[in-house]
């Protein structure tokens, strides 16, 4: 699925009684300077509803030890509850199978770990990466690491001036020394969501398996991993509603057997001796130590959460927020927005004229407006709309229409300040 | 409220017109302060004579509290000895990071407008830019960045 159905936005506001879930978030009731919290922050990172953090609780009460090793009764207890956790995942993204799915540190640490492990051992001098515009750094340093280790090269795909990708552009930089795509399934810092099903296919037809960041997609667009038939599939549980410290790989088995490991350590070997060490069958080939246990848990706890709510209905309610967030701020003379595909998650990135985007993000701070200023790990993105940073407001769906108003009513503040 | 009081009239007008902005064609000195944080970037030139500051101008991208900053220092420096520029330098850095007690004698006299700043951390290192720059061009260091506090170990030419 590349786009999101938008056939329920127009009931979007009342299908739902939202009102109700967002009062799950307990964060959203504080304060700042007074001032109630309007937290637009959401592509940097959720917050986390009561019932995620409370199975946090639970688990560090009653269910917390070391897994895959002991006997006792916590092990074995802690040892499910970290499988049922993966299971949840591998059903949230349809993976054929459990083993299928790493966790790691973030998504980050998911690319990194493809880098090592796919990259180090497959692609050679002479290679050719193919990345996009849109990458977050995290899939662009990894592959420049190893392009500069291995004497590879990077192609990149450009975008136009609504910031989408040019997929005719992408289908002409492909030849036979093609060899590993990297790509962005929606950008952190414009909200394009791109078109990679068909992007996934034109690369398998050259035989090039093709890694998706789904960093910002998973919270906001089903993800079907065998309908998209990507190779490998990195999210993070922070964007999620769920804990920092974790994230998946999804990969297909076939390839992750056929994969080096990445880290060495405990739990990732099947025997060893200092003549010769056996690793172990994936996923644990690749998860090397004592994995983040609680937070997989919490992951669990927050696609559980998602799901209850759908993530259909998500969608629906952020579009509509999207929708009336840019109409009132394309009414804002000298306010810009940076990114205007047709394909968009619930992100706004906009510049103000004359106003640096670090001291829109101050004075809105004042307000108690919390939005994301910078490059957003995106420089190539800034470049290509020569701008040097933007201001950000990324919508989650248990913010409020009312939130937009307020967003509006402080940018018109911020203007006043420097008229 | 302290943003309030860090968007006075004051930093508003140095952003709006700021003094000394543009790039001295003979200069003796010069850097280029980088916070790779924001992307923002600034570009130092002066003249030094006799250890006198007869002359100096910045440009560069950067946002209302470093262009201020900047404006500021300049105006505050110039005609200046360079121990009195470097007096400045850790002075404006101490009141930045809230170490400095403004109401002892110091030579800061309207840049305390800044102290403000430091209880918004994430925007210290933009107050502090301009000044980081300042010194690394005085000691004819090419470039600086709030990432480098060190950057007096750096080596360059002189123009």
Not at chain 1, 297 to 311: C, T
Not at chain 1, 364 to 384: E, F, K, S, Y
Not at chain 2, 132 to 150: G, V, W, Y
């Amino acid at each position: 699925m590349d786009s999101v159905d938008v056939s329920l936005k127009s009931e979007a506001f009342s299908d739902l009684d939202w009102e109700k879930i967002r009062a799950d978030f307990p964060i959203l009731k504080l304060k700042i300077d007074g001032k109630p919290l309007i937290y637009l922050d959401n592509a940097a990172s959720s917050q986390m509803p009561q019932q995620v953090i409370d199975r946090l609780v639970r688990y560090q009460t009653t269910q917390h030890a070391n897994i895959n090793r002991a006997v006792h009764y916590l092990s074995e207890v802690a040892t499910m509850e970290y499988h049922k956790a993966r299971c949840r995942l591998q059903q949230f993204i349809n993976a054929r199978e459990d083993r299928e799915i790493i966790f790691t540190s973030g998504t980050t640490d998911s690319i990194n770990l493809v880098m090592h492990g796919y990259g180090r051992k497959f692609i050679k001098a002479g290679d050719e990466i193919i990345l996009t515009t849109l990458e977050h750094h995290s899939n662009i340093v990894p592959w420049q690491m190893l392009a500069n280790e291995k004497g590879a090269k990077i192609r990149v795909v450009p975008i136009n001036d609504k910031g989408e990708l040019e997929v005719d552009e992408y289908e002409k930089l492909f030849n036979e020394r093609t060899k590993f795509v990297g790509l962005i399934h929606v950008s952190n810092a414009l909200g394009t969501i791109n078109p990679i099903k068909r992007m996934i296919d034109f690369a398998h037809q050259h035989g090039v398996p093709v890694l998706i960041d789904g960093a910002q997609a998973a919270p906001h667009i089903i993800v079907d991993v065998q309908a998209l038939d990507c190779d490998f599939y990195a999210f993070s549980a922070h964007k999620l509603c769920g804990p920092t410290g974790v994230g998946i790989l999804y990969g297909k088995a076939a390839l992750l057997e056929a994969m080096q490991p990445f880290k060495g350590g405990g739990d990732m070997i099947a025997s060893v001796s200092f003549e010769k060490t056996t690793y172990n069958t994936i996923p644990h080939k690749f998860e090397a130590g004592t994995p983040p246990i609680a937070a997989a848990i919490g992951f669990g706890a927050a696609i559980d959460y998602l799901m209850a709510i759908g993530i259909k209905s998500i969608a629906a309610y952020e579009l509509a927020l999207l929708d009336y967030a840019t109409e009132c701020l394309n009414e804002i003379p000298g306010v810009r927005i940076i990114g205007t595909a047709a394909e968009k998650t619930a992100v706004i990135s906009f510049t103000i004229d004359g106003i640096h985007p670090h001291d829109i993000g101050t004075i809105l701070n004042q307000d108690g407006i919390a939005v994301r200023t910078g490059h957003h790990c995106a420089q190539p993105v800034m470049q290509r709309f020569k701008v040097p940073a933007t201001s950000r407001a990324s919508f989650a769906f248990y913010n409020r229409k009312t939130e937009v108003d307020a967003l509006i009513a402080g940018i018109k503040t911020v203007q006043k300040v420097f008229l | 409220m302290v943003t309030k009081s860090l968007y006075q009239e004051v930093i508003l007008d140095h952003n709006r017109k700021p003094r000394n902005y543009g790039k001295l064609d003979y200069a003796s000195h010069h850097a280029v302060g980088h916070n790779p944080l924001c992307g923002d970037r600034l570009d130092i030139t002066l003249q030094l004579e006799n250890d006198q500051i007869n002359n100096i101008a910045f440009e560069g991208e950067s946002c209302a509290i470093c262009k201020a900053s900047a404006s500021m220092m300049t105006a505050a420096v110039k005609g200046r000895s360079r121990l009195d520029a470097e007096i400045l330098i850790h002075e404006f850095r101490e009141l930045a990071t809230g170490k400095l007690d403004i109401d002892h004698p110091h030579h800061l006299g309207r840049l305390t407008i800044f102290s403000g700043i430091r209880d918004l951390p994430t925007r210290v290192k933009c107050a502090i830019l301009p000044w980081h720059t300042l010194q690394a061009a005085l000691n004819s260091i090419d470039n600086a960045s709030t990432e480098n506090n060190d950057s007096a170990q750096a080596v360059s030419s002189k123009l």
